[in-house]
């Protein structure tokens, strides 16, 4: 059995300080045989040494992410670093970070880093948490493709590190002590564990009913819409964009998959000069393509549901990684999504963090997990 313990602190620029509150949240002496944990922070707990200090401090090895805004059991914010252990005597915990990736060498690092996890544990793992970077010209689910074909189809949860410029230039993943921009971090687990996936964007009544299907696509390049080119098609059902640079990433794009698996939600980045889009994920052709839209109602409703059915799986651990656009989208209130999740869950172990795009397997017909890149969404996982 797996458990989770919590810790938090907002205090930044003083490194004892932020040491001491941490250890004073974590029983040190009540860990099992087996122990990591997961951090998540505000980019300033790097730049300042806190978290190189707390990795120094801690009888384990910590791994994760640079993010907009977090919260743990407890405490809920943006300048915040929340630290979640995971202990446990019959389950295998193995972080790793990979060399810095590039557009043209991404497979060999996350292949070294993959087998070294794969090594420490001595057995197949049965859930992956990778936390990755942005890296141009190399889209997420080209990562998440290769980790996939590595571990034959291993279940995968995680996150792209985001930081609070829309640019995501000061995001970085977290090993111990290091920290980079280009490096992919990974947690593999291998054991006694039985992880359960939560999946909620936007609700039904948010989508519209006209359907449409993508003709032309490469990969995440979304090209043609009924045989129309792109932009040609969003102005047929009254969208447009200006020049088509401004607006469109702010529109979910709903895709259905048409092979038994919930549909998803993607992300338009730009336009480019030909009128394409590249999107935060594949879009494939043939797939069934509807708008959908936010509101801060549908936010805190969406979350309040995952997190319900989350904790009615009953497992002791549950990790929670929304959109960074959900938290954009409540700018009068941005912390309502953090809140809402702190009352649902009450006084259980949990940890949240924004992603700049997320990681979580969806079920298909048969019950079978298939891993997916996803956007606009909230993500939820049990263990």
């Known amino acids: 059995m797996i458990k989770m313990l919590c810790a938090y602190t907002e205090e930044i620029d003083e490194i004892d300080d932020a040491v001491n509150e941490i250890l004073g949240q974590i029983d040190i002496a009540s860990l099992l045989p087996n122990s990591a944990?997961?951090?998540?922070?505000?980019?300033?707990?790097?730049?300042t040494g806190v978290v190189r200090a707390l990795a120094d401090h801690l009888p384990f090895d910590i791994i994760g992410a640079t993010t907009l805004?977090?919260?743990?059991?407890?405490?809920?914010?943006?300048?915040?670093?929340?630290?979640?252990?995971?202990?446990?005597?019959?389950?295998?915990?193995?972080?790793?970070?990979?060399e810095p990736l590039s557009p043209d060498n991404f497979k060999n690092p996350i292949a070294d880093a993959y087998n070294r996890a794969i090594a420490a544990l001595g057995e197949p793992p049965r859930l992956l948490i990778p936390f990755l970077p942005l890296i141009p010209n190399v889209g997420a689910e080209a990562m998440l493709k290769e980790l996939e074909q590595l571990s034959g189809g291993t279940p995968m949860f995680g996150m792209i590190a985001c930081d609070k410029n829309l640019g995501l230039v000061d995001s970085a993943t977290i090993l111990n002590g290091t920290s980079d921009h280009s490096s992919l971090a990974m947690l593999a687990i291998?054991?006694?564990?039985e992880p359960r996936f939560f999946v909620?964007?936007?609700?039904?009544?948010?989508?519209?009913?006209?359907?449409?299907?993508?003709t032309s696509s490469e990969g995440n390049m979304l090209k043609e819409v009924n045989d129309m080119p792109l932009m040609e098609y969003f102005r047929t059902i009254?969208?447009?964009?200006?020049?088509?640079?401004?607006?469109?990433?702010?529109?979910?794009?709903?895709v259905d998959y048409n092979d038994g698996t919930k549909p998803l939600v993607r992300a338009a980045y730009m336009v480019t000069k030909e009128g394409y889009a590249p999107c935060g994920g594949e879009m494939p052709n043939g797939g069934t393509l509807?708008?959908?839209?936010?509101?801060?109602?549908?936010?805190?409703?969406?979350?309040?549901?995952?997190?319900?059915?989350?904790?009615?799986?009953?497992?002791?651990?549950?990790?929670?990684?929304?959109?960074?656009?959900?938290?954009?989208?409540?700018?009068?209130?941005?912390?309502?999504?953090?809140?809402?999740?702190?009352?649902?869950?009450?006084?259980?172990p949990y940890h949240m963090c924004y992603s700049g795009g997320e990681i979580c397997?969806?079920?298909?017909?048969?019950?079978?997990?298939?891993?997916?890149?996803?956007?606009?969404?909230?993500?939820?996982?049990a263990f």
């Open 37 to 47: 944990g997961i951090v998540s922070c505000y980019r300033e707990f790097l730049e």
């Open 69 to 98: 805004a977090n919260g743990t059991s407890g405490r809920a914010g943006n300048m915040l670093l929340c630290l979640s252990v995971l202990t446990a005597d019959d389950v295998g915990l193995s972080p790793v970070m990979s």
């Open 190 to 193: 291998s054991g006694n564990i």
């Open 238 to 254: 009254g969208l447009t964009f200006g020049d088509g640079l401004e607006g469109i990433n702010a529109i979910p794009l709903v």
């Open 290 to 348: 509807s708008i959908g839209f936010t509101d801060t109602m549908d936010i805190l409703r969406t979350a309040e549901r995952t997190v319900n059915d989350a904790i009615s799986y009953g497992k002791n651990c549950l990790l929670l990684m929304p959109c960074l656009a959900r938290y954009l989208e409540l700018a009068a209130d941005p912390f309502a999504e953090l809140e809402r999740v702190k009352k649902s869950i009450g006084g259980k």
């Open 200 to 214: 909620a964007a936007i609700s039904d009544s948010k989508v519209q009913k006209q359907k449409a299907i993508i």
């Open 361 to 381: 397997p969806v079920y298909g017909e048969s019950g079978e997990a298939v891993n997916r890149f996803h956007n606009f969404t909230f993500i939820a996982c």
